[in-house]
């Protein structure tokens, strides 16, 4: 048995009878237009991380096909909104 939770037509969460959330959000960096300031970094480091480049990188336990993509658990969407909201270059997109 699996019990949703609606937030908004954008979010939604589904959890499994353990309470685990197990719905996800894709969250990717352009790397050509990072600027490498670590805003991101700074105010969500759950998903966000400096890499070796110099440029924003999605956490290794969240990233997907490369460090610059990756699906965050739908608990973490704020932060990684607020980054996205915050980054100067606009490099961070959120798919819900």
């Given at each position: 048995?699996?019990?949703y939770i609606?937030?908004?037509?954008?979010?939604?969460?589904?959890?499994?009878?353990h309470r685990k959330v197990?719905?996800?959000?894709?969250?990717?960096?352009?790397?050509?237009?990072?600027?490498?300031?670590?805003?991101?970094?700074?105010?969500?480091?759950?998903?966000?991380?400096?890499?070796?480049?110099?440029?924003?990188?999605?956490?290794?336990?969240?990233?997907?096909?490369?460090?610059?993509?990756?699906?965050?658990?739908?608990?973490?969407?704020?932060?990684?909104?607020?980054?996205?909201?915050?980054?100067?270059?606009?490099?961070?997109?959120?798919?819900?």
């Amino acid at each position: 048995m699996f019990i949703y939770i609606y937030i908004n037509e954008k979010c939604r969460i589904l959890l499994n009878p353990h309470r685990k959330v197990i719905s996800m959000v894709k969250v990717k960096i352009d790397k050509d237009l990072c600027t490498s300031c670590s805003v991101c970094a700074n105010l969500c480091p759950d998903v966000f991380m400096m890499g070796d480049d110099g440029k924003s990188s999605i956490v290794e336990k969240f990233r997907g096909a490369s460090d610059a993509e990756g699906d965050i658990p739908a608990e973490l969407l704020d932060c990684a909104r607020a980054a996205a909201d915050s980054c100067p270059a606009q490099a961070i997109t959120i798919e819900e």
